[in-house]
């Protein structure tokens, strides 16, 4: 169930580098159980935005808030109530399965009694308890893509940004990554992911467009379309960048 409770605001947020602007004036609000889309072309400005949320890198200007937290003086409670999963999995491919659980475990400030619980569930419904002293690197891509999502919701955070999640994977495996998110949200934990992959726009609920480092249009997938006069994303995706 989505509530009108923002979890996410941004107010004019503004990146530059030097003289490139990353992201230009961006306003938008991310609301408690939604999967918010930042859909864009790579180099639209995506990635600079989550690392921003995220409170791994600070804006030029603007002001935000994320789990009720300034993004200026408050990162590490950001950084305590957020999951995160970069365009790398963030995995270490030479320790085990269970050894990066514990890892990140600690980073989340979990209690053993805790984790072990949450490893043992986690690992039985994605069929890998026989797979625990396997090291990350041996894994199919499909498998570490899995662990690497429900390692970033481990600690059951409020938010969790996933930055092209599924790039490089098979469509099978990413309509099963999609399953995750679904019972992720079940669970009350609001997703904000980015993708280049149009189809994964009508799985959203509310998807941002973003061009240039600029949000160009804002609206659920079915709105879009009509407005748009398109039969899916990829068409209403190709009208705006045309």
Known sequence: ??????????????????????????????????????????GAGKTTAI???CGLSTPTSGEMKVAGFDIYRQ?????????????????YEDLTINENIRFYGGIYGMKIADRKARTAEMLERLDLSAYGNRKIGDLPLGWKQ????????????????????TGGVDPITRRQFWNLIYEAVEKGIT??????????????DRVSIMAD???????????????YDAANMDEVFLKIAR
């Open 1 to 42: 169930m989505i509530s009108s409770e923002p979890v996410i605001t941004v107010k004019n947020m503004v990146k530059k580098f030097g003289d490139f602007v990353a992201n230009d004036n961006l306003n938008f609000e991310v609301y408690k159980g939604e999967i918010f889309g930042f859909i864009g072309a790579n």
């Open 51 to 53: 690392r921003i949320l």
């Open 75 to 91: 990162t590490e409670k950001i950084k305590r109530n957020i999951g995160y999963m970069s365009q790398k999995f963030s995995l």
């Open 146 to 165: 899995k662990l690497a999502f429900s390692i970033a919701i481990l600690h059951n955070p409020k938010i969790v940004f996933l930055d092209e999640p």
């Open 191 to 204: 997703v904000f992911v980015t993708t280049h992959y149009m189809d994964e726009a009508e799985y959203c």
């Open 213 to 227: 480092g600029r949000i160009v249009a804002l609206d659920t997938p079915e709105k879009l379309k009509k407005r």
